[in-house]
């Protein structure tokens, strides 16, 4: 059934499933007390269950757009802003007794032996994530360029969290004691905030992202390889100076020249590629 819609149509539903996956797997962790499910990665702050529980309305809602199947989405986008609101605020504020995961999980969690409330970047990732779907689809240029300013704010939270992880540095995210955003959290954000983008690419950035022109192919290409490569050769740099294999100054000096090269060689392939396309064009 799925086959015949659209390319993008396709990614949000998988990604859709993908989120809903990810949180059952981790409620599955919760109900039956098994660490491994909770966290998936050993050693990182397992995933809230009640932000396990918010994925799976968000993983919903992905679903739904796919079908086209507007009577739910508007509610579950609603579910997901006051969730997000309500424990951003009460984060800072001594009212537990109103946050739904000290409600449903409250004594679990605290069994569990792990400061585990949900995270303020989480709650307001949240709030930020159930904003942009209640605008997918709706009016203009400007309020998709709201739209689309939330959904780049709520990237840098996930994307920042994510960087925290891969060099190991999740305690400076710590400020005045605050939970830190769960690994497998920042992933399940990365999915959900990639099929918002996709779901609606009338204007701005995002619009020249989905074009089938030249430009918005290079930007389907190269935008990932900005994202993914130079944290990678990083952490890998970051390895070589741990071992005591080389100094820090010659590990800098070895991946920006990793990186320049590999750029420049990426910048030469794709303009080959492109002036052939435009041959045959």
Known sequence: MYSSLPLYRRVIFYLGCTTIAIALVVI???????????TMVPGVTPMNPVTAITFILAGSWIILYT??????????????????????????????????????Y???????????KIAPNTALNLL????????TGRGGYKLQMLRQTLLFLSFLLAYTSLLGYVFNLQPAYRFGGLTPMALMTTIAFLF??????LSDTRYGIIKTFASPLTGGRLMRRIIPMILVFPPLINYLSLIGQQRGWYTIEFGIQLSTFIF???????????AMVANRQQKKE
């Open 192 to 197: 959900v905030i990639l099929a918002l983008i």
């Open 260 to 270: 320049a090269i590999v750029l420049l060689v990426f910048i030469i392939l794709y």
């Open 28 to 38: 599955t962790g919760w109900q039956f007390h098994i660490t491994t499910l909770k």
């Open 67 to 104: 079908r086209r199947y507007a009577p739910y989405r508007d509610a579950i986008a609603a579910v997901l802003s006051v969730v997000g609101l309500l424990h951003f605020v009460t984060y800072f504020l001594p009212v537990p007794q109103v946050r739904m995961d000290y409600l449903l």
């Open 106 to 116: 409250g004594d679990v969690i605290r069994n569990s032996g792990i400061p585990n």
């Open 128 to 135: 930020l994530c159930g904003i942009a779907m209640l605008l």
